[in-house]
């Protein structure tokens, strides 16, 4: 659908590709990506299996936005990819941003921040694999890749929801916003704008990816400053 591959977008995939399949091959065979048996583990050893899990998330998804940016983002228009008319899905979440509003929420606080972080880009990242799907030769890494990394967010939602039943001990914890606007995506867009929106879409689960991980070892350095304490 998406006719804009160009010779130097190939150039740029054969330089990349040995990197990028060693990085895939050796994540694949690190974790099963399963939190099935994890409430049988100690909370300490959870914690750690599940910043692992958001750690990977955010290095595959960083390696996914920069290739489709070497592939499919002309250069002129890298400038452009930061403009506000594409805003990031998760802007209206109550997500705490600033130093001290970290610094001030909960353990609890900081488990529901990254659970919603999760829970809101399940969706939008199995519908971006049908995106891709009709983009005329796109890389199979880079399918594969955000493959990858929207399996892996089902996963870590899991591993979340354990360790909150475990750490707080009051069971699932759930969500509460219901914005359905946040992912309609309205009339078919012209290709390039399309293209872009799909590029921002990566760039934005990037920084989420990156939030994510923060706030679980965050989270960690507090339990092991408790304990050191105790």
């Known amino acids: ?23 895939s091959t050796m994540l694949g065979c690190r974790d099963d990506g399963s939190f099935s048996r994890s409430t049988s583990i100690s909370q300490e050893k959870l914690l750690e299996r599940v910043i692992h899990h958001a750690e990977l998330i955010y290095r595959v998804s960083e390696e996914s936005c920069t290739l489709f940016e070497e592939m499919f983002i002309p ?39 990254v659970l919603m972080l999760v829970q809101s880009w399940i969706e939008p990242l199995i519908n971006l694999q049908t995106t891709l799907d009709r983009y005329d030769n796109a890389p199979e890494m880079l399918i594969n890749k ?26 699932m ?15 078919q867009p ?21 939030k994510m991980e923060a706030f679980l070892k965050l989270l960690k350095y507090r339990q092991t400053d408790k304990y050191n304490c105790a």
């Open 173 to 187: 914890l759930t969500t509460d916003y219901n914005d359905e606007d946040v992912f309609q995506h309205g009339a």
């Open 190 to 210: 012209e290709m390039m704008d399309s293209v872009m929106r799909d590029y921002n879409l990566l760039s934005c689960f990037t920084k989420d990816a990156h």
């Open 1 to 23: 659908m998406y006719d804009i591959k160009n010779f130097f977008g190939f150039v740029w995939a054969l330089v990349l590709w040995p990197s990028l399949l060693t990085a």
């Open 75 to 113: 250069f002129p228009m890298h400038l452009q990819t930061n403009q506000a008319a594409y805003t990031c899905i998760t802007k209206t979440l109550p997500i705490p941003s600033s130093r001290s509003e970290i610094q001030q929420i909960s353990d609890k606080w900081l488990l529901h921040s």
């Open 146 to 171: 955000t493959k990858w990394v929207s399996e892996k967010l089902i996963s870590l939602e899991q591993g979340v929801m354990v360790l909150i039943k475990k750490m707080l001990e009051e069971g």
